[in-house]
């Protein structure tokens, strides 16, 4: 594939109407285009080695002095590296398992959760960190890490943290944001801590984030502060609370939150559709966002051809490697909503009967995906990789671990189309084992009757379905600079490896899904 | 230099813990002798639950050398509730932190513990003006923003509150029309967070919103910021898009149009507006999408225009566009 012809590349215009907006959008133009290969260049290789030793030196020699701002972040620093290594295509050998599963269980808080450092306070995020680290080194039995997550305590600290207007904090006296939401969400899912008492109101919280951009911000006001027609203001707090009134997004439309409300409203779907029926009279309304303008936000923050089609995280700020995950990564969730994700053919999958013809057409369609795939890929490779090793924000910026995690976790989302594919989802509902699910959940919840035991047991199954349905959609890899390039593909909610999310899970919910790869009948 | 509290007469009765016991950790940070030695101590306060004047110190050290050190945050917090502090004081220190490390969560959440103790409108207000020098250094620090308009509806008083906000959004985009959360902020004060003294005629403040975003987008014209607002604008009160069908149609012309006339509703495009506008040939699509029948045929020939020429990055998306306004037509 050659790189992309500095012909097309146009000016973001400017209208004659410079400010500081401009200014900084036309400097970062230059700077990205100078990082342009010569032209006759025909290859952009992946720098795999120097990108997987830039993670390694950080695992083995330790991190400097500056990395004390991420004191609070350690289990972060742990999964962005060896998720990274799992991106990359690299195994880990036993001894830094097992390394690495004592030092995550030093995080484990006393009164559940994780916490960003030993001897500090759990918090929503970390944990969701460290439980993706574990289920990237971790296994069942005796120094395996899983067992010794104390699921129990972690969903009463869970519970702890739940606001009445559906939100959590992230921590004790911590703030609201959708990042800990998502967090928690990921890590009930894994673990098998789902409780409709849980979920509770979680929906419409994230519903009330979308701001009229379309993406979300990072909270909302709980609407008890206002009257709904009313301009009399209300004593904050104290009043009753009106199901009419506002409840504002906090902050403007934003890459990280709105990945994270959206991968958390996917996650979410069996729940909205168990418990929010919309049926007349129904106590509960369903809970809406308006996915339309969702995608058109998404596909709006992919910069132009001079920014090499990479990902912006607000409208009018600059490009940056990390939202080609947080963005770039959030289309296909919004595919997914629209119901345009239906896969032609999921790997290992036989073609169905009937569309024989068709298929070998189908798998000949390389491409339904809504955003630019080869353009993000060339972003991040022209502008992405560091010379020394490691992927960053943009040029001139050094490479770190975070960029180098969201960057190669964007390739992935850029290079393979993973979408929920309806026969491994039934694949995986005709082996269900309600007795062990029901047995392994780690969650202290008592249905109040049959008929609410039923629903839930039923929202456990298909959320665990749903989880494991995402599949890889053959014949739509695309890989820019060769299939040397390739890294593996990512689940486009958990951002964990398809297997390393597929043993989790199994583990914490005692079932024995079908293999993904059964052996083909015929060739 | 040695001013480690381990040499320090006045901590010698704390078991400073070190962080990790009988651990070998993976990825460990090489910290400075100073953060090592302070957060020894830390651990040590946490594990006794000691709340003292000396743990506000201990904290406040811990916090200058890693201000994301959400749980020295929640520990200080705990202490200056429990000592019951001048939380004027506080916000005093915070003052100085919060200029500091403007992109930490943690700076602002404190905050915004500390306004909810004090509740009081007369320092919400000075908030305003703090976070306004604020944001003349970042003017688009998004948790700034985002606490901002958390004082906002949380004290939610129109007099001494709101009633500058919108003034203050029309200063900010004077100086940077492209300034996409000074329009955010608008929105937010105009719509989204009830009704303001004095924009109670709805339709009144429609107006005023759209002609405030058209003469914003006459200005420079490839500003999606502006876009969006009235977008926005109209989706949030159910106004069809053809009521701005007029003001769009300069815009998706290759040349301003020859004309004396002034129309007043619907400004033209600035004389170095770089034209077609990507962004009216999308809303003008919109408009004839939202008319149906006939139209979608204009529409569609938008999107293709956009899709193969205009637009190319998003051609998946704007084929898409075609796709579904087909099926539905």
Redesign the interface.
Known sequence: MAAPRAS?MVA??????P????SLQSDTEITIKSHLPSSGTPQIALQKKSHFEFLLR??RQ????R????????PW??YW?LHGFSILGAGLDDQ?KK??I??LL?LQHPDGGF???????A?LLPTYAAICAFAVVGRPGEGGGWDAIDRNKMYNFFMSLKQADGSFLV?????VDVRGIYCLLVVATLLNLITPELLAGVPDFLATCQ???GGF???S?PGW?????D?E??T?LSSPRDPT??R???????GGYTFCATASWVLLQPFIKLYHPPVPGNPLPEPKINTR?L??WC??M????IEL?GFKG????LVDGCYSWWVGGCVVLVETLLG?AAPHIAAGEEPADEHDEDSAKAWDDA?D????RR?LQEYILCAGQHPAGGLRDKPPKPADAYHTLYCAAGLAAAQHRVVPSKAREKAVLLTWDPVQAHAKSGATYVSPSDVERETFEELRKQMFAHALSWSEEEGTTTYVGGAANRVNAAHPIFNLTITHADGILAHFYGQMPPSRYPPRGKK | MSDLLADDSEWADVVP?R??EN??????????EE?KDA?DY??GV??TGEMSPRVLKLTERVIR???????AW?HR??TVMALQVSLEDELELMDEIATMFLKT?QVW?HR??ILTALNSVDAAARELVFLKTVLEND??N?HT??YR??IL??????ERLWAGERPYVEELLE???????A??HR??VV???????GD?DREQTLRRELSFAKEKIA???????AW??L???L??THTPFTTVTAFVEPYTASEPPATDVVDLDNPLP?????LP?VAALEFLADIYEEEGGEKTAKAVEIWKLLANEKD??????WE?RIRDALQKA
């Open positions: 097309e973001t215009p400017t209208d004659g109407y400010t500081a907006t401009s950080n695992l330790g991190l400097p002095e990395y004390t701002s991420q004191d609070a972040s350690q620093l742990i590296t830094t390394r690495t004592e030092t030093a916490a960003g450092g030993p001897g500090q306070a918090h921590s004790h006296h911590g703030e701001t009229y951009e911000g990072n909270a006001f502060a206002f009257g709904s027609d301009t203001a209300t904050p009134a506002p504002p997004p906090l902050g403007e439309a934003h303008a995608l058109r596909v709006q992919q910069g132009l051809p089609g607000r409208t009018n700020k345009l491409d995906s809504l955003f630019n353009a | 813990i962080q990790y651990v070998n950790p993976i990825a460990p940070i090489f910290y400075s953060y957060t830390f651990r946490v594990k050398m890693n201000p994301a050190h959400y749980t929640q917090y705990k969560y959440h915004r513990l003017s688009k998004y923003w985002s308009q958390w509806v949380h004290f939610n008083d129109e100086e940077d029309v492209r300034n996409n959360s329009w955010h929105f937010f719509f989204s967070s009830g009704v303001r003294a109670e200005l420079a014209p490839n500003n999606l910021s969006n607002y977008r926005g604008a989706e949030h600035s004389a170095g507006a770089q506008c190319t990055m998003r051609k998946k998306y898409h």
